[in-house]
């Protein structure tokens, strides 16, 4: 059965530092990796999607990588800002649809 | 952002009667996808479709129904809410069959008393 873990559960950090988030799962049999963002009280945002056949995607100071054979992603965010405080969580999708999401990292940016 | 609504946004309801959840699409994709999050669990996946008429269960199917007469819609029902069933729904929707990339929708929070 797929497990998806996210490390850190929270982080706080002043503006302006390079910051890494990670997601570990343990089936490498998966078909993409998701990236998201959550705000209190929303909806998922989509950042990136990294496909099985890919190694890294990024979006503006965004960057997410994908290693299977480890099982591992990790999230990099260059420069943060306070407006990046927010839950983000990874999404592993296997065969069947079948979409399992990590707990997700609490990020808080201070000013 | 994908075009993706959900109804109601906020629902009470008493133990024991039937609650049906409604999500809508304008973006005319195929796979729609009914998820519940929870402290503790996080996001997980109660039913999807493929298409039409076309559904299957997802990791925590018990207590649920879904239906999808028509490609925009997808409704989620509880036949006889319980309490276990408090939770924050979401809808999601994936149309690119190589990626399966999903958008979200505002989520649906239902209190059963």
């Known amino acids: 059965k797929q497990e998806v873990t996210q490390i850190p559960a929270a982080l706080s950090v002043p503006e302006g530092e390079n910051l890494v988030l990670n997601c570990s799962f343990t089936?490498?049999?998966?078909?993409?990796l998701q990236w998201f963002r959550q705000d209190p009280g929303k909806g998922l945002t989509s950042l990136l999607l990294i496909q099985s056949s890919q190694r890294e995607q990024t979006s503006g100071r965004l960057n997410a990588s994908l290693d299977k054979s480890s099982g591992r992603s990790t999230l990099y965010i260059a420069a943060s800002q306070p407006g990046d405080s927010a839950t983000y969580l990874c999404?592993?999708?296997?065969?069947?649809?079948?979409?399992?999401f990590g707990a997700g990292t609490r990020l808080f940016v201070k000013a | 952002d994908a075009g993706i609504t959900q109804s109601p946004r906020h629902k009470v309801t008493e133990t024991g009667t039937p609650v049906t959840l409604r999500c809508h699409q304008t973006e005319n994709h195929r796979y729609m996808y009914w998820y519940r999050q929870d402290p503790g669990h996080g996001l997980r996946l109660i039913h999807y479709?493929?298409?039409?008429?076309?559904?299957d269960k997802g990791e925590v199917s018990d207590g649920y129904s879904v239906s999808r007469s028509k490609t925009e819609d997808f409704l989620l029902t509880l036949e006889s809410a319980t309490s276990s069933q408090t939770s924050v729904y979401f809808c999601?929707?994936?149309?690119?069959?190589?990626?399966?990339?999903?958008?979200f929708g505002p989520g649906t929070r239902l209190t059963v008393t």
């Open positions: 479709s493929y298409g039409v008429k076309d559904t």
């Open positions: 999404a592993v999708i296997g065969g069947g649809f079948k979409t399992i």
């Open positions: 999601a929707i994936s149309e690119d069959r190589s990626s399966y990339e999903q958008y």
């Open positions: 089936d490498s049999a998966i078909y993409n």
